[in-house]
């Protein structure tokens, strides 16, 4: 039985309606991952600069202080501002590491456990073959 010419065109049309729905739900998926990418690393691009920005001045205050150039300071002074340094200096490599390793699962997966990321560099960390940092009140 062969088929009538409008049969052919309608079954045509609808290929070819089915085919550009598909192309656009397509690239509205595509444009949407693309939007969240961007979102994401603006997001860890203000978290960065939000968490870097004051202990970068704490450290540069230390170096100052520390290099005498604000003054004579007295020995306890100076160890006192030894440990806020190395301490300070620790903690802008957590913070790196936070964010790098934060990143680096969202771009993976699309999604971040920040518990998840905080527990694998605390455990990286610790498995560095460095000494504790002194804490002191």
Same mark, same amino acid.
């Given at each position: 039985?062969?088929?009538? /010419? #409008?049969?052919?065109?309608?079954?045509?049309?609808?290929?070819?309606? %089915?085919?550009?729905?598909?192309?656009?739900?397509?690239? &509205? @998926?595509?444009?949407?991952? %693309? *939007?969240? #990418?961007?979102?994401?690393? =603006?997001?860890? #691009?203000?978290?960065?600069?939000? $968490?870097?920005? /004051?202990?970068?001045? &704490?450290?540069?205050?230390? @170096?100052?202080?520390?290099?005498?150039?604000?003054?004579?300071?007295?020995? @306890?002074?100076?160890?006192?501002?030894?440990?806020?340094?190395?301490?300070? =200096?620790?903690?802008? @490599? $957590? %913070?790196?590491?936070?964010?790098?390793?934060?990143? =680096?699962?969202?771009?993976?997966?699309?999604?971040?456990?920040?518990?998840?990321?905080?527990?694998?560099?605390?455990?990286?960390?610790?498995?560095?073959? =460095? /000494?504790? /940092? *002194?804490?002191?009140?």
């Amino acid at each position: 039985m062969a088929r009538r /010419p #409008s049969t052919d065109a309608n079954a045509s049309a609808a290929r070819s309606s %089915i085919r550009r729905r598909q192309t656009r739900r397509r690239t &509205v @998926e595509r444009t949407t991952g %693309i *939007e969240q #990418s961007h979102k994401r690393a =603006e997001l860890f #691009s203000s978290i960065s600069h939000e $968490l870097r920005t /004051p202990l970068t001045s &704490v450290i540069g205050y230390t @170096e100052v202080l520390l290099s005498g150039d604000a003054g004579q300071l007295n020995d @306890e002074q100076i160890a006192m501002l030894g440990r806020v340094s190395v301490n300070g =200096e620790r903690l802008l @490599e $957590l %913070i790196e590491g936070l964010l790098g390793f934060a990143h =680096e699962r969202a771009s993976v997966s699309g999604t971040v456990d920040m518990a998840d990321v905080f527990l694998q560099v605390m455990l990286a960390s610790c498995e560095a073959d =460095e /000494p504790a /940092p *002194e804490y002191a009140l």
